[in-house]
């Protein structure tokens, strides 16, 4: 039975044939130059928008830091150069990224 319905299923499908469309000859590509320019204008916007939230994330971790810097600091904790280290390798960080991120894209802010 079970054979029966496998050989039917499978002429059957031999029976319909897909019809398959694939493009041949000139294609029309007048269109790229368009759509690459205006995804360029997206992506630098986009670009221009994370660089601001990259700042603001920045300043609080900068505000935050240092605020500890100063708690261990009146409490006599250790780890004081390490969190000054962290501090000061955050913002080094940041300006770097803010050069390079968008000199990737070959754009000057």
């Not at 493009?23 to 992506?43: I, P, Q, R």
């Not at 609080?60 to 006599?76: C, H, P, R």
Request: positive net charge; aromatic residues 14%.
């Amino acid at each position: 039975m079970r054979e029966k319905l496998k050989t039917t299923l499978t002429a059957l499908c031999f029976a319909l044939p897909l019809s398959s469309y694939a493009k041949c000859g000139g294609v029309n590509y007048s269109w790229g130059a368009d759509a690459l320019a205006t995804m360029h204008d997206y992506v630098v916007t986009m670009m221009l928008y994370v660089l601001y939230i990259c700042y603001a994330v920045a300043a609080v971790f900068a505000i935050v830091s240092a605020l500890q810097i100063y708690i261990k600091m009146n409490t006599g904790e250790d780890g004081i150069t390490k969190s000054i280290v962290t501090l000061v390798g955050a913002c080094l960080f940041i300006i770097g990224a803010s050069i390079v991120f968008p000199a990737f894209f070959g754009y000057r802010v």
